[in-house]
């Protein structure tokens, strides 16, 4: 069954404090891995999509790359701003619907606080 | 690009009552697709569009949900017979139409039933 875990749960950091979120997934056939960032309230913002392992990413101070089992997403010297929760979600390619749309799956998200 | 639009933002309804909410996507996109989010879980799948055919239903989206995208561009989602589990946020989102695009997310219709 295709899967996406992300861990930690939380993290709590202090501002300047760099750390990786982790992304593992269990797909057929990745089509596209995609991190969004969530503040509370609101819909996910799209950050990056990566496609193939080796890949990275980069905006400010986040830093997404991808191998063939995981995804890290990777804060520098974070600032209080960078609180929320980051989603990773993946399309695989083997698990077609019955229309032939390849789903899109989210996993349960990184609560993320920073702390001036 | 005016992203994702979502009405209304929030609503709270009384049991039993049947609520409407209305999405408007991003105006090149041919994929339109409907999610339920519920506190510390990530995105669940209700159904999707491609143009105006819904080509897939989510086994979550019960009997009492519908929705529809009649001419390819805005969609709206039908909860009939509100429950208070029916609470949540409902997030629309769009993408072009080939294996591997983003999909972009609105900002949510809250759902409150009491």
């Known amino acids: 069954e295709d899967q996406v875990t992300q861990s930690p749960e939380a993290l709590r950091l202090q501002e300047g404090e760099s750390s990786s979120l982790n992304c593992s997934y269990t797909?057929?056939?990745?089509?596209?891995l995609f991190w969004y960032r969530q503040d509370p309230g609101k819909g996910p913002e799209f950050l990056f999509t990566?496609?193939?392992a080796g890949e990275e990413k980069e905006k400010e101070r986040l830093k997404a790359t991808l191998t063939k089992k995981e995804s890290f997403l990777h804060i520098t010297a974070p600032k209080p701003e960078d609180s929320a929760t980051y989603l990773c979600?993946?399309?695989?390619?083997?698990?077609?619907?019955?229309?032939?749309?390849?789903?899109?799956?989210f996993g349960t998200g990184t609560r993320l606080k920073v702390l001036a | 690009d005016t992203g994702v639009s979502q009405d209304p933002r929030h609503k709270i309804t009384k049991r039993g009552q049947n609520v409407t909410f209305r999405c408007d996507p991003i105006?090149?996109?041919?994929?339109l697709y409907w999610y339920r989010q519920t506190l510390g879980q990530g995105p669940e799948f209700l159904t999707y569009?491609?143009?105006?055919?819904?080509?897939?239903k989510s086994r979550l989206l019960s009997d009492r949900f519908s929705a529809e995208r009649p001419k390819g561009s805005f969609s709206t989602l039908e909860i009939q017979r509100t429950e208070q589990g029916d609470s949540a946020m409902y997030l629309c989102?769009?993408?072009?139409?080939?294996?591997?695009?983003?999909?972009?997310f609105g900002e949510g219709s809250w759902l409150t039933v009491v």
């Open positions: 989102a769009s993408s072009l139409g080939t294996a591997g695009n983003t999909i972009y």
């Open positions: 797909v057929s056939g990745l089509r596209g």
């Open positions: 990566l496609y193939s």
């Open positions: 979600a993946v399309q695989a390619g083997g698990a077609a619907t019955t229309s032939g749309t390849y789903k899109y799956i």
């Open positions: 105006s090149e996109h041919n994929r």
């Open positions: 569009f491609q143009n105006e055919a819904q080509l897939e």
